[in-house]
């Protein structure tokens, strides 16, 4: 009670000096009562434990009394606070059974025995009380928590200026730990436990004295979180009873006031929103009306809308550094008219302009004429080009393939924040929206969150260093941001256009992309090129041809990571599809044509198949495909495929040139839709329409278009359909009459394709495919009149003189270039079937009789039997070669058979092929049969057809068991055929057959001294043979002495190759050892092998440890070498 009574007595007295006037400050609040007052009141009547809490609160207030200092550090003043009074009652003895003689006379007395057990238990309790009073001092704490009272708002401000208490942090540990133990998180509670080793986290009192224990942790977050209001929706106070003061009065009134303005506001804003749902819809019902009109009116728009505009944009400049901004002078119509036909003469001529003449002086101004017209579409979707125009079906392909996918969810995390618009009104309300989702995770992966809110301030900031410092924050988050990442960028930076009624510049993104374009990360290179491609359509015109091509130019001539080039041709994709000003053509021929010769594979197909067809496009409405672009790619293959003494020098030049002759052949055939459009679209063809032909292209046509961005209904578009237009023009005859374009088709490009097969190395089968590929194509797509009166025609005179040097040809070491043998093949299969088929016989037998190189011959059936259509037509002008007379003749046929096995259908390989094998392997000639062998030996590893399989054995069998033997030119194809079908056929036929018989060749080779190339194929043939399955018997019946005949042939004739044998040896005897036992039984069950196979890799997984263990073991005597793994 008095220890009560004194508390509450301080209590008043704190009171008191809280509510006492503090005018005066301290020094009246200590002239009323003072702290050393209340200690003597406490010390004075004993109140111990309420003057040691105050001593405690004060020393951490840094604010010590030595008054209590003293007191409580003199063990003194607690020496009498366990004496009490004791009865003096003796201590009862028990008899002794000790002698006199056992007794310490000196140690023990009857009168200081009791004195000495009271002293021990004195001291016992002495130290028992110093160690409560030091536990007491530690742990002490609050009185109770009803003592604390409401704080204001200076001490809530402050109270999180203190550094934490000892029994704030002892709490808080024993709520941790409670909540790792409830989670399961027990090896983490250990070892938390094991870090605050002086907690005893089993009793809540060890954290305090008269502390109550708070509820879990889990429970105080969500406390927090519902007290705060973040797990709640919004709400507002309806009515408070409390005491209202004017004041309050007043801001209730405003607050009403506001919210009705608010709700009148969101109301506004909601038929806004109707209204622009319907003015949407009305939109698109026009943009719908305005693509199905006629575009004729549209394009005379144009021309008038350009008619007062000059663009003289410099092409040679590439510094972006400098500009000089020129404004039009107006023209009348007359004026603009005449200078039409000084341009059109101006384009007729070729012109050639490489990168390095692009170049100029630093010094040097790029003048930039704008247009005086304004920009008639509001629209931020449109890109600022007046003077070009581009069909909308091929606009959304060119953006399909160039622009930048955005992720799904930017549309919530970026775009749904800034529908609204940007201002600064609305600022905070974007803040609102991004904030909670920052503060809780700005993590490596949550940090696109913050990507709105940075953007909303670059449009607002009015000051250029801040927007620069906030972009550069942008461009940032990611050290090295990925895909997904940079997508999120780019989303951001895609939403801020579109805010923009018009295009703008976007420099001081553009700059800072030009500095990330030399970033050492190619992250960041990537970054900065796909930021071209998402600008591309929201940046004017004059710096997209100014700034932005220089960027990229610059990126694909110096960028070294593939990837980023990629996306560098990607990006100069979009800008030659938005581009407008003619002059710049040549800047981007030639930057097209540059990264056709990339070495990278993944370049050279982002540049043929989106940058140049862009391009093709764009030549195309200028009028420059014929006279600039072909020309130009057919010069390339013409210097690539000229024979020279450099390049027969080198293989890896040759294989390098090899590769780009094949991609520049296969962007002719990318560009051959373009092609057909410039030659069909005349006024000559259009004259002769019918409305009567479908509008549907022709399926020649249809199977040219490889991507919908070469579809003729996309990238371009006429006063007429341009489906009827080209099915005029196949289905029509054009002896009578003849146009400008027609006859350089015939004059220029089929000329340059005869020179350019006649030198083409036949040996790179790559190039000779893609050239067979395009001439095929070409055929197909002009149609059979233009084929057999233009193509043929033109290839006839060579093909009349290669077959006069043909039948020439006595000297089988004589060479004659037979290039235009497939060439004239690819003619022929789009012609008619029968002509097709009497031409491969006639080359067949005529180059076999002449002992000419096939390898032509071979690539073009191989390339024709992969066509369903034709593998008939092959294999009928095949089987004359299967039933001539000459064995030359059948042994080429057969080398044909054995290279197109893997093409044909399955049905013509039963019926087609199988029987001209088993025919060719009963020739009596033994080099039609050796021929043959390899035949069988294709459809036994090759064909999925089981009859043909099952032949093609049996008759191996019957030729291998010819009571005459096996004659010496049979013998090497045999045994590497053998060899070869090992492993797909039964184990019965390995054994029975193919191990039986390698064993009698070997022997008679022993015995004849053959030749090396047989021993060369025995060893082969083994090789493959001793990892098959056999049997045992087998092993030591046929394998085991194969080898020890083949042991004594290579060691007489190829000695090379006696340690192979010797090794192949070894291992068939490792298998012979095996008890017979173990293979019976792992031959009926798996069990006994699994088991066996366990054990020998336990076995040797041991004897791996041994060995790692004594490599790791360190010696005693070598003090030089580091104990890297002893503890520290």
């Known amino acids: 009670m008095m220890a009560s009574s004194s508390v509450e007595e301080v209590r008043n007295a704190e009171h008191r000096l809280q509510e006492a006037p503090s005018t005066k400050g301290k020094g009246l609040n200590q002239a009323m009562i003072s702290y050393e007052e209340i200690a003597t009141k406490l010390l004075s009547e004993r109140l111990l434990l309420t003057a040691l809490e105050l001593h405690a609160e004060l020393c951490e207030a840094d604010r010590e009394l030595p008054l209590l200092r003293d007191f409580f550090s003199n063990p003194n003043n607690f020496e009498c606070l366990n004496m009490k009074p004791e ?129 879990e942790l889990l429970q105080i977050y969500r406390e927090f979180m519902r007290s705060t209001g973040y797990d709640k929706p919004p709400s507002s106070t309806v009515a408070v009873q409390t005491e209202e003061t004017e004041d309050d009065v007043k801001e209730k009134a405003k607050e009403a006031e506001l919210n009705k303005r608010v709700s009148e506001q969101a109301e506004e804003v909601e038929r806004l929103k109707q209204q622009t749902v319907a ?87 790029t003048r930039i004429h704008f247009p005086r017209t304004d920009l008639t579409d509001s629209s931020a979707n449109e890109s600022d080009s007046p003077s070009r125009y581009l069909p909308a079906s091929f606009r959304r392909e060119v953006l399909k393939h160039c622009q930048i996918p955005v992720p799904a969810h930017a549309n919530q995390v970026i775009e749904e924040p800034l529908k609204e618009g940007i201002t600064r009104e609305c600022l905070p309300d974007i803040a609102a929206h991004t904030l909670p989702r920052i503060i809780p995770n700005v993590i490596l992966n949550k940090r696109e969150e913050v990507i709105s809110l940075l953007l909303s301030i670059v449009k607002l900031q009015t000051s250029s260093v801040e927007r620069e410092k906030l972009l550069q924050i942008l461009f940032n988050l990611q050290k090295r941001p990925q895909n997904e990442e940079r997508h999120m960028v780019l989303a951001g930076l895609i939403a801020i256009a579109k805010l923009e009624k018009e295009p703008t510049d976007n420099e001081e993104v553009l700059n800072l992309c030009w500095e ?105 409405s200028l009028k420059r495909l014929q006279s600039h672009l072909l020309p130009r790619i057919l010069g390339k293959l ?161 093909l009349d003189r290669m077959n006069e040097e043909l039948s020439a040809l006595n000297d089988h070491n004589q060479t004659i270039n037979l290039n235009l043998v497939p060439a004239h093949l690819s003619i022929l299969s789009t012609l008619d079937s029968n002509e097709f088929t009497n031409a491969l016989k006639h080359y067949l037998i005529e180059m076999a009789l002449r002992g000419a190189d096939l390898n032509g011959l071979r690539i073009a059936v191989v390339k024709y039997c992969a066509q369903d259509k034709l593998q008939e037509f092959v294999l009928s002008g095949l089987w004359d070669g299967v039933v001539h007379q000459s064995s030359t003749v059948k042994c080429a046929t057969a080398s044909l058979f054995s290279s197109i096995i893997c093409k044909i259908s399955n049905k013509l390989v039963d019926i087609r092929i199988a029987p001209a094998a088993v025919t060719l392997a009963s020739d009596s000639d033994a080099s039609v049969k050796a021929a043959a062998v390899q035949v069988l030996g294709k459809l036994v590893t090759e064909s999925k057809v089981r009859d043909a399989k099952d032949k093609a054995r049996l008759t191996l069998e019957t030729i291998v068991r010819d009571p005459q033997g096996v004659p010496s030119v049979l013998a090497v194809p045999l ?154």
């Not at 070495?599 to 540049?607: E, L, M, Y």
């Open 516 to 620: 990330q374009s030399q970033h050492k990360y190619s992250e960041r290179r990537l970054l900065a090129a796909e930021c071209c491609a998402a600008l591309a359509i929201y940046t004017t015109s004059s710096i997209r041809n100014s700034l932005m091509i220089s960027m990229l130019q610059q990126m694909l001539l110096d960028d070294k990571e593939p990837v980023v080039r990629v996306a560098v041709v990607k990006s100069l994709s979009l800008l030659v599809a938005l581009m407008d000003d003619p002059d710049k053509y040549f800047q981007c021929e030639e930057l097209a044509l540059t990264a056709m010769e990339d070495i990278s594979p993944d370049v050279v197909d982002a540049a043929s198949s989106i940058l140049l067809p862009i391009l093709a496009q764009w030549a195309l």
């Open 975 to 1128: 045994v590497l055929t053998l060899a070869a079908i090992a492993p797909s056929c039964p184990q019965n036929y390995v054994e029975d057959v193919i191990a039986t018989q390698l064993t009698g060749i070997t022997a008679s080779a022993l015995q004849q001294n053959r030749k090396p190339d047989l021993a060369n194929a025995l060893v082969e043939a083994y090789s493959v043979l001793v990892y098959c399955t056999l049997s045992n018997q087998c092993v030591n019946n046929a394998i085991l002495p194969g080898l020890k005949y083949l042991e004594g042939l290579v060691s007489q004739v190829v000695p090379q190759q006696k340690d192979a044998v010797r090794s192949l040896l070894r291992e068939i005897e490792s298998k012979k050892d095996m008890p017979r036992q173990m293979d019976r039984s792992a031959s009926m069950s798996s069990g006994i092998s699994l088991s066996m196979a366990t054990v020998n890799v336990g076995q040797g997984v041991e004897d791996m440890r041994q060995r790692v263990s004594k490599i790791f073991q360190q010696k005693t005597n070598s003090p030089s070498m580091p104990s890297i793994f002893r503890k520290k």
């Open 638 to 798: 013409r210097s690539l495929v000229k024979p020279s003494a450099v390049n027969s020098c080198s293989p890896t030049r040759d294989y390098h040139e090899g590769n780009r002759t094949a991609a520049l052949l296969g962007l002719l055939y990318k560009l051959l839709p373009h092609t057909i459009v410039c030659v069909v679209d005349t006024e000559t063809v259009r004259r002769r329409m019918q409305e009567s032909l479908s509008p549907q292209l022709p399926p020649e046509l249809t199977s040219l278009c490889n991507s919908t961005i070469v579809d003729p209904k996309i990238f371009y578009e006429c006063e007429v359909d341009i489906g009827i237009l080209l099915n005029t023009f196949l289905l029509s005859a054009w002896g009578d009459c003849t146009w400008s374009e027609l006859e350089w088709l015939s004059e220029k490009l089929i000329l340059d394709l005869i020179d350019i097969t006649l030198s083409v190395n036949i040996a790179q089968e790559n190039v000779v495919n893609e050239l067979l590929t395009y001439l095929q194509s070409l055929c197909l797509g002009f149609g059979k009149y233009i084929t057999r009166y233009k193509i043929l025609l033109a290839f006839k005179p060579h």
């Open 279 to 365: 003015l949407e819809q009305e939109k698109t019902n026009l943009q719908e009306m305005l693509d199905s009109a006629n575009l004729t009116t549209a394009v005379s728009a144009t021309v008038q809308e350009g008619s007062g505009t000059i663009l003289t944009l410099n092409s040679s400049s590439t510094t972006p550094d400098k500009f000089e901004m020129l404004e039009s002078p107006p023209q009348d119509a007359s004026s603009s008219q005449a200078a039409l036909p000084e341009a059109e003469e101006d384009d007729s001529a070729s012109m050639v302009v490489s990168l390095g003449e692009t170049e100029t002086s630093e010094r040097e101004w």
């Open 87 to 215: 009865p003096c009652l003796p201590i009862p003895r028990s008899s002794s059974q000790a002698t006199l003689d056992s007794l310490d006379m000196t140690r023990y007395s009857e009168d200081g025995g009791g004195v000495d057990e009271r002293v021990a238990v004195l001291e016992f309790e002495l130290r028992k009380a110093k160690e409560n009073i030091n536990s007491l001092r530690a742990n002490l704490t609050v009185v109770t928590e009803s003592e604390v009272s409401t704080p204001d708002k200076n001490s809530e401000k402050s109270l999180f200026e203190h550094p934490i208490k000892p029994h704030e942090q002892r709490a808080l540990n024993f709520l941790v730990n409670e909540y790792l133990l409830a989670n399961s998180y027990k090896l983490t509670s250990i070892t938390f436990s094991d870090e605050n080793e002086d907690q005893d986290f089993e009793d809540w009192q060890d954290v305090g004295l008269n502390i109550p224990k708070p509820p």
